[in-house]
């Protein structure tokens, strides 16, 4: 699928949840930065499957959704059981099936995969801080202040989604010397938060694409 149909199938999950009135009255004004879409030292767009393995570790790659859904993913776990803490980094097709194009942090609960085929990693831990300083078990108004007004919320979820223009020249690629486009481009940013019975964070997954 070209890259422009792509965001414009993007842009059609946010009409539609326009259209049910679902969202806030409150613009959401996110922005995310190199900084917020690195975890563990892996970045969003710029990161490669390579880059994570030999960083973290060589992992199990496997298929996660179906259709044009579908990612590839490596997950990492804490040591302790007790720590509970799953980090996942996501390769779809928007990033060529190696780029990084997603990244997820949660408790083992909240993923439809058992944390075993996920490689020990002594970095990942309950204290891990992510997405501004945030961590599992963080409260959703703790969320809402980090990042600013969400999209679509509910009892146990938060939902961002802006699209916004970006200058010429900026970006990963730009920083890593590549060539830039001259003219303006589109930047979509993406946020879901997924909070337990007691109100305390589970799940957190975020994006970034420019077109």
Same mark, same amino acid.
């Given at each position: ?35 917020? /879409?690195?975890? #563990? ?5 710029? =990161?490669?499957?390579? %880059? @994570?393995?030999?960083? &973290? !570790? ?69 204290? /891990?801080?992510? #997405? ?5 078990? =963080?409260?959703?108004? %703790? @969320?809402?202040?980090? &990042? !600013? ?63």
């Amino acid at each position: 699928m070209p890259r422009r149909s792509r965001l414009a199938s993007l842009v059609f999950v946010v009409l539609v949840f326009c259209a049910s009135g679902a969202f806030g009255r409150d613009k959401p004004t996110l922005k995310l930065d190199r900084h917020d /879409l690195t975890v #563990l030292g892996v970045t969003i767009g710029s =990161s490669t499957q390579t %880059d @994570v393995e030999s960083s &973290l !570790g060589k992992a199990e790659v496997f298929g996660v959704g179906s259709g044009d859904a579908r990612e590839n993913a490596i997950c990492y776990r804490s040591p302790s059981t007790e720590e509970d803490t799953i980090v996942v980094f996501y390769f779809g097709a928007l990033g060529g099936w190696t780029d990084v194009t997603r990244t997820s942090i949660s408790k083992s609960r909240a993923l439809p995969w058992p944390s075993t085929r996920c490689k020990s990693n002594p970095s990942v831990s309950r204290t /891990l801080e992510f #997405l501004r300083e945030l961590k599992l078990g =963080s409260a959703a108004p %703790d @969320v809402i202040r980090a &990042l !600013g007004p969400p999209s679509l919320s509910s009892k146990n979820r938060l939902y961002y989604y802006t699209s916004h223009h970006c200058e010429p020249g900026s970006g990963e690629k730009a920083e890593r010397g590549e060539p830039s486009r001259d003219s303006p481009c589109e930047a979509v940013d993406s946020v879901e938060a997924k909070f337990d019975s007691q109100g305390g964070l589970i799940y957190m997954s975020f994006y970034h694409f420019v077109d």
